[in-house]
């Protein structure tokens, strides 16, 4: 096993562990939606850091920030803020 991949492992049991112990609904959103793993992921199977993930990084923000205000702003209920 190559750094990267104990790198992948260590990333991905550290944040299961943080979500779990978070009580918050909020903060476990934010945690699960940082980026960390995808990266790690993305370096263990060889793959170089490129324009293509800091988009996807932004989409999921916009996601995330979209289904907020469907449901905070404009209060639609959750799942079709989801599927919208």
């Not at 190559?2 to 299961?16: I, Y």
């Not at 992921?41 to 923000?61: E, R, Y």
């Amino acid at each position: 096993m190559s750094g990267w991949d104990w790198a992948l492992l260590l990333s991905v049991a550290t944040m299961g562990t943080v979500v779990a112990y978070l009580r918050n609904p909020e903060h476990k959103a934010f945690m699960l939606m940082l980026p960390v793993p995808f990266t790690f992921a993305l370096l263990t199977v060889g793959q170089p850091l490129d324009a293509t993930n800091v988009l996807a990084m932004l989409a999921t923000f916009g996601y995330t920030a979209a289904v907020w205000a469907l449901r905070v702003r404009w209060g639609v209920p959750i799942i079709p803020a989801i599927v919208i």
